[in-house]
């Protein structure tokens, strides 16, 4: 018997994608913090965009940096669970092939939603005080990323500089998420995992034998925990 959800029923015809209206309400904020911005758009503007009262949402987030910390933390949660998961894996991942496969989850992540969270980075006010929770992940992340790199680089002498690339690199992707959907897009990706080695001097591991293991990593990860494509 499928659990009850928490939360208010609805009183309105569905306008949004969601399975609860805190789905729907975060995906209007990311359309309109994405095109509008952050500033110019208002907690009135989120909820007409939903179909709710304003009353409604503040059922659901306090105030609007809630709501923008809660989709900013989607564009990092969905990888640090991934994490456990490389970590775990059988045969064991040497820090190449884990940094290969994290970077082509990660990027996938920025480039699977619906709207470029990932842009929101950028954003002046993601340094308001409510926002704690998601620079504390993003920051475990980046150490995760920094960690593998350090460890690959102890292989390859390249300068220890190059240890924060593969993050920033990955990154990057939100300036191409306007790439139309196709096989280019869907490339991307493992392009900037391969780019994340070659940047740290890796270049004995075979790019087939390695896109492969990564693509078996990510498919047998997706059936076991299907990853949310609201998020990032």
């Known amino acids: 018997m499928p659990l009850a959800r928490a939360g208010r029923p609805r009183h309105h015809d569905q306008k949004r994608p969601g399975v609860t209206?805190?789905?729907e309400i975060l995906d209007a904020a990311g359309e309109l913090f994405t095109t509008l911005g952050y500033t110019a758009t208002s907690t009135r503007s989120i909820a007409e965009s939903v179909g709710i009262r304003q009353a409604s949402l503040y059922h659901y987030f306090?105030?609007?940096?809630?709501?923008?910390?809660?989709?900013?933390?989607?564009?990092v949660s969905p990888t640090?669970?991934?994490?456990?998961?490389?970590?775990?894996?059988?045969?064991?991942l040497s820090a190449a092939e884990h940094l290969h496969a994290l970077a082509a989850f990660d990027g996938?992540?920025?480039?699977?939603?619906?709207?470029?969270?990932g842009a929101?980075?950028?954003?002046?006010?993601l340094r308001g005080v409510g926002l704690e929770s998601f620079w504390s992940d993003r920051e475990r992340l980046r150490l995760h990323y920094l960690a593998l790199s350090q460890a690959v680089i102890g292989v390859t002498g390249v300068h220890g500089a190059a240890a924060d690339l593969p993050f920033r690199l990955v990154e990057s992707l939100v300036n191409m998420w306007s790439v139309p959907p196709g096989a280019?897009?869907?490339?991307l990706p493992l392009h900037v995992a391969d780019a994340c080695l070659r940047v740290l001097g890796e270049s004995d591991a075979d790019p087939g034998v390695l896109r492969q293991r990564t693509r078996a990593l990510i498919e047998g990860y997706a059936v076991a925990e299907p990853v949310d494509t609201l998020a990032r």
Do not use: H
């Not at 640090?80 to 064991?92: K, N, R, T, V």
């Not at 996938?108 to 969270?117: I, P, T």
């Not at 280019?184 to 490339?187: H, I, V």
């Open 120 to 125: 929101l980075y950028l954003l002046p006010e």
């Open 62 to 75: 306090k105030t609007k940096d809630d709501i923008l910390c809660a989709l900013l933390g989607q564009t």
């Open 21 to 23: 209206a805190r789905d």
């Open 184 to 187: 280019e897009r869907d490339e």
């Open 80 to 92: 640090l669970a991934f994490i456990p998961s490389l970590l775990g894996a059988e045969p064991a």
């Open 108 to 117: 996938d992540q920025l480039l699977a939603g619906r709207w470029n969270l």
